[in-house]
């Protein structure tokens, strides 16, 4: 069975930082590029993030830029999102998504950046 389960998600203030985790199962990991997505309150989806399967090449939407990393360990099956400097505007559900011949998502986790 196909999991992505994220994790490290939570309340925080403006200025401060969270790591997202994703951890993958059921599917060879090493061999997808890993997305992260983001969706704030009554709006669509948002690509963050991007990694490609091999670690060495990653970008991110502007808004991020400086920001944000995303990093993966393969041999954990696990791709993570480092959020710093967090802004209100950071506030939404985030997915992690693998792209390849079929894709998978996870079922989010909540970051609510807020005084």
């Known amino acids: 069975e196909v999991q992505l389960v994220e994790s490290g998600g939570g309340l925080v203030q403006p200025g401060g930082s969270l790591r997202l985790s994703c951890a993958a199962s059921?599917?060879?990991?090493?061999?997808?590029?890993m997305n992260w997505v983001r969706q704030a309150p009554a709006k669509g989806l948002e690509w963050v993030s991007a990694i490609n399967s091999g670690g060495g090449s990653t970008s991110y939407v502007d808004s991020v830029k400086g920001r944000f990393t995303i990093s993966r360990d393969n041999a954990k099956n696990t791709v993570y999102l480092q959020m710093n400097s967090l802004k209100p505007e950071d506030t939404a559900v985030y997915y992690c998504?693998?792209?390849?011949?079929?894709?998978?998502w996870g079922q989010g986790t909540q970051v609510t950046v807020s005084s």
């Open positions: 059921g599917f060879t990991f090493s061999s997808y590029a």
């Open positions: 998504n693998a792209e390849g011949p079929i894709d998978f």
